[in-house]
């Protein structure tokens, strides 16, 4: 079967694919098993060398690399060349950290010698999505990799070239052929794939439901699974807060990849008593942001990554309207081709609308007002998701106390929820399973051994 993939930005056709057919997939992940052997008996410190190459591949062919992102799935590129950037960087991290964050454990206990090893397991199966197609597979790849894994990428179909370009970076910067490769294929045949010999973990970033499917069928293999979710992060601004460094940061956390990020800031919960001076900045700010041709350097917002997705917004939008929500600015698409929606800020919010109930991926911010800052916590917390979350304070001590009130995988205090290769990164409820990034990331697919000797 052949499938086409569109620029969302002008509607039209960039690219016609074939799905591998399941033999192909399973035999490619058969040569990534072989190569497996020969990476795993290498010394972590000689594995690690391979990133610093892998870091440079990436800045090398940056332009190119931002341009194929922007082109597939329409993200501003001054956003697709910050992303290249990431994942050379965590490279970089990983190179330098990775072989401290994995040393043997020595253990007290009753025997002469007690060790704690962690050893790669084989083939790790990734399945990404398409909002951040480079950095979503490194930061899974870098890390599993490191470990003495080996991996087979199945990525998101709006964004084929991306996939092959990645799979290219790894040959480019002279990793062992086969360790990574990418496959394009259907989801019957990555049921296959995991219900195989061959695949010992499976690690998905995409919806909750995906996340729900790809569980139950590793599930039933017994195979480890780490899932990365969807999220409808708070953004919570008390009395005492900056407003206007919390007005500018609110626009970041709600646009950034034009509303289409897990960590998006998707609830701005505001004491009531400072509600109308943060809301007239919040909407003056988002007013005067720049719609447009996401290949343009001054593009701020660009378009939705298809059809569907703009008219699920429309539909979570017009449902608040219907009851009772009061349109800011925006409010709807823009009458342009491509799938652009307008920057839109919604008030009189309430708990049973789709804006606030439901993951909204588009470039809408309802503001859902609160008495105080235990109102504040308890709103955030009524959410099935519980992915990250803002803060905004002056005083430092509230600002942690309320970290830790708030049921969530990461909290940031006086700044917008974002991802960085030294701290951990993933979340609780419909959120997720496990952890990437850091040393944390670093051990999900790993047998972590314990040797003890009498
Ligand atoms: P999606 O769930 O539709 O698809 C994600 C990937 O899973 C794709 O490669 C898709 O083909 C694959 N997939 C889906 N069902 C499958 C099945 N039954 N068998 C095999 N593969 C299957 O998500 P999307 O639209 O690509 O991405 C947007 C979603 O991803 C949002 O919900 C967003 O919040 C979430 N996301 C989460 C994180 C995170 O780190 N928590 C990061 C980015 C995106």
Not at 173 to 194: C, K, M, Y
Not at 313 to 322: H, L, T
Not at 374 to 402: F, P
Not at 413 to 422: A, I
């Amino acid at each position: 079967m052949n499938f086409k993939t569109i620029n969302p930005s002008t509607e039209e056709t960039i690219g016609e694919y074939e799905l591998m057919p399941k033999e192909e997939v399973l035999s490619i992940a058969e040569q990534c098993e072989s190569a497996f052997g020969q990476w795993k008996a290498m010394d972590i410190s000689t594995r690690a060398s391979y990133f610093r190459r892998l870091a440079q591949i990436l800045r090398h062919n940056k332009d190119k690399y931002s341009k194929i992102m922007t082109l597939e799935m329409g993200k501003p590129i001054k956003q697709s060349l910050t992303e290249v950037e990431k994942c050379a960087w965590t490279a970089e991290v990983y190179a330098d950290n990775g072989p401290k964050w994995l040393e043997d454990e020595l253990v007290e206990a009753d025997g002469k010698k007690h060790i704690v090893a962690c050893e790669p397991i084989g083939v790790v199966l990734s399945i990404m999505p398409w909002n951040f197609p480079f950095w979503q597979a490194f930061r899974f790849g870098i890390p599993t990799l490191l470990a003495g894994n080996a991996s087979v990428l199945k990525h998101s179909n709006v964004v084929p070239q991306c996939s092959l370009a990645i799979e290219e970076s790894f040959r480019e910067a002279g990793f062992p052929e086969n360790l990574f490769r990418s496959v394009i294929t259907d989801h019957d045949t990555i049921a296959s794939l995991i219900k195989s010999g061959i695949v010992q973990g499976v690690s998905l970033t995409g919806s909750t439901y995906a996340g729900a499917k790809i569980a139950e069928l590793a599930g039933k293999s017994l195979k480890k699974v780490v899932l990365e979710l969807g999220g409808s992060d708070p953004f919570i601004v008390l009395e005492d807060a900056d407003i206007e460094a919390a007005a500018k940061n609110a626009v970041t956390g709600r646009t950034i990849n034009s509303g289409q990020s897990c960590i998006a800031a998707k609830r701005f919960i505001v004491d009531r008593k400072i509600a109308k001076e943060f809301s007239e900045l919040f909407t003056k700010y988002m007013a005067n942001l720049k719609v447009d041709d996401p290949m343009q350097m001054e593009t701020d917002v660009g378009p939705l990554v298809n059809e569907d997705q703009v008219e699920q917004v429309e539909e979570q939008v017009n449902d608040a309207v219907k009851k009772g929500a009061e349109v800011l600015v925006g409010g709807k698409r823009l009458e342009r081709k491509g799938f652009f929606y307008m920057p839109t800020v919604l008030t009189n919010v309430k708990s049973s609308m789709k804006v606030v109930k439901e993951e909204v991926f588009g470039p809408v911010a309802p503001i859902i007002l609160a008495n105080d800052e235990k109102e504040a916590v308890e709103v955030a917390n009524s959410s099935e998701y519980g992915l990250g979350a803002s803060v905004w304070t002056r005083d430092e001590s509230k600002g942690l106390k309320i970290a830790r009130q708030i049921e969530a995988g990461c909290v940031f205090v006086n700044s917008v929820v974002k991802s960085d290769p030294r701290m951990p990164f993933g979340g609780v409820k419909k959120s997720g399973i496990g952890r990437e990034l850091s040393k944390y990331g670093l051990k999900e697919f790993v047998n972590v051994k314990g040797i003890s000797v009498y």
